[in-house]
């Protein structure tokens, strides 16, 4: 295991961090596929709103601030956002009145619950509340980036796709067939689910949590870095005949699957 | 005196007081109703037996008068009327003049009615008070006017004695009843004082006090019995308390030092910023330790808090159990380990799958890092079945195992065994397990595995679905977005 020092911390319904829990600001530099999302960050607290602006901005990303609830809420419906990363506890409007507001409205902008109410039972309360994701305080920066990205996406057409490619590698999703460079790979059930979710987010990084929490169902901290030796087996079908590697790691975040450089 | 006149008044202010006060009032007004009727009745009786004993006499009169005319009739008056008695007569002519008789005038009080009736007369041979009297008309049919009666005033003392014994009667009971009320209010306010004393003191904080008890088996006995039971309670877990937090300040403090001396000793490393680089990951590192710590922590304090709102679901339990452990078999196998999956089909459940989840990782990723793996024989068996009708599952190992005496100690927060002090791990993994059996109505037991520790995660029977209703979240990983 790679990471033994540093599992998977996730409980259930607990924050959902990262193995290394490394801030990887840089991993984006040489990485052309993911486009620029307008962020609007709710959130009271000015330091860790700041912080966000500030990370965000450095993956190429453009952010805006609320620092109340009110606020927050007529920015989101006035302007015409990517994503929307709103903090539970909000002064003035709390943060899932505000969602169900924006929902009522019409607004179909993903939004990203922070909370510090980790329980079991906020999370289901948060997401039936119109959340789309739920991540708990404290958290890594890398799994809130790799989150808002894949919500970011949420909106794009290829949701509907039948058929993924990345590279020579294609799934599709009609017949469960996997091939690469026509040939068949054969896979397990739970492979192909995992390689469908990473060729779903092909360029994103997905980090173990969010594997474990689609791929799996699972909200719990599995305790040990299980996900990664699943991975590994599928990069081992998927690329090791192959001269061309397309499912990378990232350090200290997840993993990508993608046509380009590691 | 000033000190008894606040006693007084206090208890005269008590509920208790208020209350015999309120008892003796209708207890004095029920005697005055049943008093009153009696004396009333008694009245009655007597005056009606006079009124017949007159008419009885004033038909004889009548016809005396009628046989031997009027000198009969005043001869008998005149004889009738003795001093002495109690018969009272004035015989009087047409005019009104007085023939014969004890009285000395028609009374007044019948010569307005013309008929029967009560007055009061002055006896001839006195000039005493004025004495009470009956008095009836007979009719002689010539111009005599008879009037007949009978002094009553010894009945009339008689009464007022009788009304005189009752005033005093109930007025000394009044004064009783109030007086045993206040009595028994003081004694209702002393035991009040000794509880209230005894709260005061262990309000501030004097946890190991109790009420007193006067072992007689009252009310307020069985009262301060159950402030002392629920007080005994309440120390128990004040203590666990402090045994937490004690734990706390020991496993969150040690931690969060290692932190700051990686912090440290990175800042004073000479080779500047590479060190800086690595020292910062190296907190990170540490501080993901403590939040999940903390995170693990704040898990088993809310699910001992109590259930959890609408997060249960109906799942299969052999199917989620296998397919738990096949997302350890892999991680299993390369750390030289044998993971059986043995389900038993069709054992629906319904409960906190995530939490289940949960409680089957720790419980896995325990065999895995407390027995050696590589070595012949080193297998984890995890199990779905039923015991007596209840949901369980089991997650056994052929490591060393846990003493028999240190099972039950381990299931509670922090405690981590010497054997496994210096591997990584919270001490909370198995406390989480029993969080989760306590919230399914369930128990964890630690069994020997021959070689080996065999824990069994035992939920309730009332988890037991009899039939699959919804299967739908009974399909993991279908939910992938």
Same mark, same amino acid.
């Given at each position: 295991?790679?990471?033994s020092? $540093? ?8 924050? +959902?961090r ?6 990887? $600001?840089?991993?984006r530099?040489?990485e052309?596929r993911?486009?620029?999302?307008r962020?609007l %960050?709710?959130?009271?607290d000015k ?5 966000l602006?500030?990370?965000?901005k ?6 805006d601030?609320?620092?109340?609830g009110?606020?927050g809420l ?11 990363i ?8 709390? *943060?899932l009145?505000?969602?169900?507001s ?9 939004v990203?619950?922070?909370s510090a109410?980790? #329980? %079991?039972?906020?999370?289901?309360? *948060? ?14 920066? $890398? #799994?809130?980036?790799?989150?808002? #990205? ?5 909106t794009?057409p #290829?949701?509907?796709?039948?058929r ?8 599709? +999703?009609?017949?469960?067939?996997v091939?690469r460079?026509g ?19 092909? *360029? ?5 949590t ?13 305790q040990t ?5 699943? %991975? $590994? ?8 005949n ?5 499912l ?9 699957i993608?046509?380009?450089?590691a | 005196?000033t000190?008894l ?16 006060a309120?008892a003796v009032a209708f207890?004095?007004?029920a005697?005055?109703i049943?008093?009153?009727?009696l004396?009333?009745?008694t009245?009655?009786l ?26 009969k ?10 001093p002495?008695g109690?018969?009272?007569y004035?015989?009087a ?5 007085k ?7 028609i009374?007044?009080e ?10 009061s007369?002055?006896?001839? /041979?006195?000039?005493?008070p004025s004495?009470l009297?009956v008095?009836?008309?007979v ?10 009666g009978r002094?009553?005033?010894?009945q009339?003392?008689? &009464?007022n004695t009788i009304r005189?014994?009752f ?9 009783i009843g109030?007086?045993g ?11 009040m004082?000794? =509880? ?9 904080g004097?946890?190991?006090?109790? =009420?007193?008890?006067?072992g ?9 019995n159950?402030?002392n039971?629920?007080?005994e ?6 203590n666990g ?10 496993d969150?403090?040690?931690?969060l ?8 000793a990175?800042?004073r ?8 680089r ?6 990170i ?9 903390? /995170?693990a922590?704040?898990?088993i304090a809310?699910?001992? &808090? ?9 799942f ?5 159990? &296998? ?12 750390a030289g380990?044998?993971?059986?999956i043995?389900?038993e089909?069709?054992?629906? =459940?319904r409960? /906190?799958?995530?939490?289940i989840?949960?409680?089957?990782a720790?419980?896995?990723? /325990?065999a895995?890092?407390?027995s ?5 024989g ?6 779905a ?8 599952i ?11 005496a ?5 299931l509670k927060?922090?405690?981590r065994l010497e &054997?496994s002090?210096?591997m ?17 109505h369930?128990?964890?037991l630690?069994e ?10 035992l ?9 699959p ?13």
């Amino acid at each position: 295991m790679a990471n033994s020092g $540093s599992s998977v911390s996730s409980t259930a319904g607990l924050p +959902r961090r990262l193995g290394d829990g490394q801030l990887n $600001s840089e991993r984006r530099e040489d990485e052309g596929r993911t486009h620029t999302m307008r962020v609007l %960050v709710i959130e009271d607290d000015k330091e860790t709103a700041l912080f966000l602006q500030k990370s965000l901005k450095e993956n190429g990303h453009t952010a805006d601030l609320a620092h109340d609830g009110e606020a927050g809420l007529s920015l989101a419906l006035d302007g015409a956002y990517d994503v929307l990363i709103v903090d539970r506890m909000l002064p003035r409007l709390d *943060g899932l009145s505000l969602i169900k507001s924006l929902k009522s409205e019409g607004n179909r902008t993903p939004v990203l619950i922070l909370s510090a109410l980790g #329980e %079991v039972d906020d999370r289901v309360k *948060g997401l039936r509340a119109g959340g789309d994701d739920y991540l708990t305080k404290p958290y890594a920066y $890398s #799994e809130l980036l790799a989150r808002v #990205e894949a919500l970011g996406r949420r909106t794009a057409p #290829e949701e509907q796709q039948t058929r993924y490619s990345v590279g020579d590698l294609v799934l599709d +999703r009609l017949s469960h067939r996997v091939t690469r460079g026509g040939e068949h790979i054969l896979l397990q059930p739970r492979e192909y689910r995992l390689l469908e979710y990473l060729m779903q987010h092909a *360029g994103q990084v997905v980090t173990r949590t969010m594997l474990l929490e689609h791929v799996w169902d699972y909200h719990f901290d599995p305790q040990t870095n299980v996900i990664d030796v699943h %991975v $590994s087996r599928l990069r081992a079908k998927i690329d090791k005949n192959f001269d061309k590697p397309l499912l990378h790691t990232v350090r200290g975040a997840g993993y990508t699957i993608r046509d380009g450089p590691a | 005196m000033t000190a008894l006149l606040d006693r007084v008044a206090k208890a005269a202010s008590t509920t208790a007081f208020g209350l015999s006060a309120l008892a003796v009032a209708f207890f004095l007004f029920a005697a005055a109703i049943v008093v009153g009727f009696l004396f009333w009745q008694t009245n009655k009786l007597f005056t009606d037996q006079v009124l017949a004993t007159l008419t009885a006499e004033a038909r004889i009169l009548s016809s005396e008068m009628k046989v031997g005319g009027q000198v009969k009739l005043v001869e008998t008056v005149t004889a009738l009327s003795r001093p002495q008695g109690t018969g009272l007569y004035y015989l009087a002519d047409d005019s009104g003049a007085k023939i014969a008789g004890n009285l000395n005038r028609i009374p007044p009080e019948l010569e307005a009615q013309g008929r029967g009736g009560v007055f009061s007369y002055q006896p001839l /041979n006195g000039d005493g008070p004025s004495h009470l009297a009956v008095a009836i008309p007979v009719d002689l049919g010539t111009g005599l006017r008879l009037i007949i009666g009978r002094d009553v005033e010894d009945q009339r003392v008689f &009464a007022n004695t009788i009304r005189f014994v009752f005033l005093l009667g109930f007025g000394i009971l009044s004064v009783i009843g109030l007086l045993g009320g206040l009595a028994v209010s003081r004694l209702i306010v002393n035991r009040m004082d000794q =509880i209230t004393a005894a709260s005061r003191q262990i309000m501030d904080g004097d946890l190991s006090r109790r =009420i007193p008890t006067t072992g007689r088996g009252g009310e307020l006995d069985a009262l301060a019995n159950n402030l002392n039971e629920m007080l005994e309670r309440i120390e128990g877990l004040m203590n666990g308390l402090r045994e937490v937090s004690d734990n706390i300040a020991h496993d969150l403090k040690t931690p969060l030092n290692r932190l700051r001396n990686a912090a440290e000793a990175a800042l004073r490393d000479p080779r500047g910023e590479e060190a800086y680089r690595e020292g910062l990951e190296r907190t990170i590192e540490k501080a993901d330790e403590l939040i999940k710590t903390f /995170n693990a922590l704040l898990l088993i304090a809310r699910l001992e &808090a109590g259930p959890l709102e609408d997060s249960t679901e109906t799942f299969d339990l052999g199917r989620f159990v &296998a397919d738990v452990s096949e997302l350890y078999s892999p991680a299993a196998e390369e750390a030289g380990f044998a993971l059986t999956i043995d389900v038993e089909q069709g054992v629906f =459940i319904r409960g /906190n799958r995530q939490l289940i989840g949960q409680a089957i990782a720790n419980l896995i990723d /325990n065999a895995i890092k407390y027995s050696r793996g590589g070595e012949p024989g080193s297998a984890i068996t995890v199990r779905a079945y039923r015991i007596a009708g209840r949901p369980a599952i089991s997650v056994g190992d052929h490591g060393p195992g846990i003493e028999k005496a240190d099972r039950e100690r381990v299931l509670k927060r922090f405690v981590r065994l010497e &054997a496994s002090r210096t591997m990584p791990g919270t001490g909370l993994g198995l406390s989480l397990v029993a969080a989760v059996a306590r919230l399914h109505h369930g128990e964890v037991l630690l069994e020997d595995n021959q070689p080996g520790l065999k824990v069994i995660l035992l939920l309730s029977s009332r988890c037991l679905i009899a039939a699959p209703e919804q299967m739908g979240d009974a399909v993991p990983g279908l939910a992938a977005q």
